[in-house]
């Protein structure tokens, strides 16, 4: 059964106001709820940690809705949509991942910083060198993480507002970046949980919503639904088995390897991820959060092969389709229609309006926690501690310099992520994450482990791990398929890709860890290793936690 979709443009005017207005009015409860969170905003705690006030539910709630990004539920559900089998796997990834990040890193780091990733590594070592290398990796890979995010906001607003230019989705793209600028300098972390929290809540009740009504079309029976995703698809039983996308050929197998490993590793070093553990007031909350985030990822995820699976048995996929237009990205907006009715019914402009809405807080959270991670490391890490770390001994820079300073720092990198996103328009949104993943892989986690598990790890093995790591990644995107060589490549017309993989996890992960390795046995650095135990009670117990990373 083939359904041929009818663009936004084309719909019924009424409908079409209907549904941009429950849209306007999703937006506007979100910069609601940031006003109000910013009038409590008085110290660096209130700004970057949110007073540490929430509570396990609260916060678990916020992981979910962190975690739970565009990339989730537009990319994945698209990839799913177009490749079947292959695009299920960044479902597993993702859910995998997660459990990675919870058991070797979260709470250990929630005990030992204080308020970002590079407070827990400067504990033990020489502060100016590893602030610097981290608060650079900080930044490279919230900014990578963005581009996901915002593309898929011109995907979205693309969809509902009937624009199909490439240079009005980039006026789309401005505009978020504007919001998401408003959201952080205004709301902090506080303003920004909240949105976090009721995004979940939406999220959750909106994908449970559509998976039922999918469900529902195919009698709950799901091998009935895969069976239509394999018809519709126009590739029968091969949509349903490993291959489509990725394992054509040797290149097409390490490719995959190189995605899975990034999915697999990156959660556990991403900062914007392991922050939200320091919005909580002690270990006993971490661990609630911990659970709360567990039964809502999961759920989601498994939710995803009915958002998938459900678009490819219900909608166009094929080469001319909106939804392969869109590289995917649009799939669960679409369906959401095709399941409420149709393009031209009443019931499918609402449900469009309010999984949009719904797919636009999304971004929106995300986004500003993404944003609110690399400011809140720029100014705590390299301007507090690294330029004017001797101002900052004698207490002439104050919390509410800093906080000025985060805020400047906030519309510098949403510019920056504006810039890149606007040429990368072309690219899956998950595929753009699995490319962040990948980053943090290689320059966080290999000193974040190290640093906690290892005693001899010092000054010159942190840095040269997180530098080694950062540039290796950042080099072989650089130079692979992503940015040139292809007619889906960021840059169309030339080609100067050398590195044949789209994911550069498999050379640049083991790299990291390896630099970190040979970084720390040339580095003479006695103090790390004195000062381990302490890093360890601290991991452990939480003991000191509130108090300063310095020594």
């Known amino acids: 059964m083939t359904t041929l979709l009818i663009p936004l443009a084309d719909a019924e005017p009424g409908n079409q106001a209907l549904t941009i207005s429950l849209f306007t009015a999703v937006v506007a409860v979100t910069l609601y709820i940031t006003w109000w969170a910013s009038r409590q905003n008085k110290t660096t705690a209130d700004y970057y940690a949110g007073g540490r006030s929430?509570?396990?539910?609260?916060?678990?709630?916020?992981?979910?809705?962190?975690?739970?990004?565009?990339?989730?539920?537009?990319?994945?559900?698209?990839?799913?949509?177009?490749?079947?089998?292959d695009g299920f796997l960044y479902s597993i990834g993702f859910l995998v991942a997660w459990l990675v990040a919870l058991l070797l890193v979260a709470e250990l780091l929630r005990n030992s910083g204080r308020f970002t990733m590079a407070d827990q590594l400067a504990f033990r070592m020489k502060q100016r060198p590893v602030r610097t290398a981290a608060a650079s990796s900080t930044i490279v890979v919230s900014i990578f993480y963005l581009l996901a995010q915002m593309v898929g906001a011109g995907s979205l607003v693309g969809l509902l507002l009937g624009v199909k230019s490439e240079g009005l989705k980039a006026g789309v793209i401005v505009l978020?970046?504007?919001?998401?600028?408003?959201?952080?300098?205004?709301?902090?972390?506080?303003?920004?949980?909240?949105?976090?929290?009721?995004?979940?809540?939406?999220?959750?009740?909106?994908?449970?919503?559509?998976?039922?009504?999918?469900?529902?079309?195919?009698?709950?029976?799901?091998?009935?639904?895969?069976?239509?995703?394999?018809?519709?698809?126009?590739?029968?039983?091969?949509?349903?088995?490993?291959?489509?996308?990725?394992?054509?050929?040797?290149?097409?197998?390490?490719d995959f390897l190189s995605l899975g490993l990034a999915l697999v590793l990156g959660t556990a070093g991403l900062p914007h991820i392991l922050i939200r553990f320091y919005t909580v007031p002690d270990s006993r909350s971490a661990r609630r959060s911990v659970q709360w985030a567990i039964g809502l990822i999961g759920s989601f995820y498994l939710m995803t092969l009915a958002l998938g699976f459900g678009a490819a048995a219900l909608l166009d996929t094929g080469k001319d389709s909106a939804v392969?237009?869109?590289?995917?990205?649009?799939?669960?907006?679409?369906?959401?229609?095709?399941?409420?009715?149709?393009?031209?019914?009443?019931?499918?402009?609402?449900?469009?309006?309010?999984?949009?809405?719904?797919?636009?807080?999304?971004?929106?959270?995300?986004?500003?926690?993404?944003?609110?991670?690399?400011?809140?490391?720029?100014?705590?890490?390299?301007?507090?501690?690294?330029?004017?770390?001797?101002?900052?001994?004698?207490?002439?820079?104050?919390?509410k310099n800093e906080i000025r300073v985060a805020r400047f720092a906030a519309i510098g990198i949403g510019a920056v992520a504006i810039g890149l996103a606007i040429p990368a328009?072309?690219?899956?949104?998950?595929?753009?994450?699995?490319?962040?993943?990948?980053?943090?892989?290689?320059?966080?986690?290999?000193?974040?482990?190290?640093?906690?598990?290892?005693?001899?790890?010092?000054?010159?093995?942190?840095?040269?791990?997180?530098?080694?790591?950062?540039?290796?990644?950042?080099v072989l995107v650089i130079f692979s398929p992503v940015v040139s060589g292809k007619p889906t490549s960021m840059i169309t017309g030339a080609d100067f890709a050398w590195f044949p993989l789209s994911n550069p996890?498999?050379?640049?992960?083991?790299?990291?860890?390896?630099?970190?390795?040979?970084?720390?046995?040339?580095?003479?650095?006695?103090?790390?290793?004195?000062?381990?135990?302490?890093?360890?009670?601290?991991?452990?117990?939480?003991a000191g936690a509130e108090g300063p990373a310095k020594h």
């Open 176 to 254: 978020v970046g504007a919001l998401m600028i408003i959201y952080v300098t205004i709301g902090g972390m506080k303003g920004t949980t909240w949105v976090q929290i009721v995004k979940a809540v939406l999220l959750m009740t909106g994908t449970l919503l559509i998976t039922f009504l999918v469900l529902l079309k195919f009698d709950f029976n799901p091998s009935k639904l895969l069976g239509a995703a394999a018809a519709n698809s126009g590739k029968g039983e091969a949509f349903l088995q490993p291959g489509l996308l990725y394992g054509k050929d040797l290149t097409g197998q390490i």
């Open 505 to 542: 996890g498999i050379v640049s992960i083991p790299l990291g860890f390896l630099l970190g390795v040979v970084g720390t046995y040339l580095g003479r650095d006695k103090t790390s290793t004195a000062r381990y135990n302490e890093l360890s009670v601290r991991a452990l117990t939480g």
């Open 425 to 474: 328009q072309k690219l899956n949104i998950a595929f753009l994450v699995a490319l962040a993943f990948a980053v943090a892989a290689s320059a966080n986690l290999p000193a974040l482990l190290f640093n906690l598990f290892w005693r001899r790890f010092n000054t010159s093995g942190a840095v040269w791990s997180i530098y080694g790591g950062l540039t290796s990644a950042v």
């Open 54 to 85: 929430f509570s396990g539910a609260q916060n678990g709630l916020a992981v979910a809705g962190d975690y739970m990004s565009a990339a989730s539920f537009l990319g994945i559900s698209g990839q799913i949509a177009l490749y079947g089998y």
């Open 324 to 399: 392969a237009g869109s590289k995917g990205n649009t799939a669960s907006v679409l369906l959401a229609e095709m399941v409420g009715g149709g393009p031209d019914s009443l019931g499918g402009a609402i449900l469009l309006a309010l999984i949009a809405a719904v797919a636009f807080a999304t971004i929106l959270a995300v986004v500003a926690g993404l944003t609110l991670t690399s400011a809140s490391s720029f100014a705590h890490d390299l301007y507090v501690n690294v330029l004017r770390s001797e101002d900052s001994a004698k207490g002439k820079v104050t919390e």
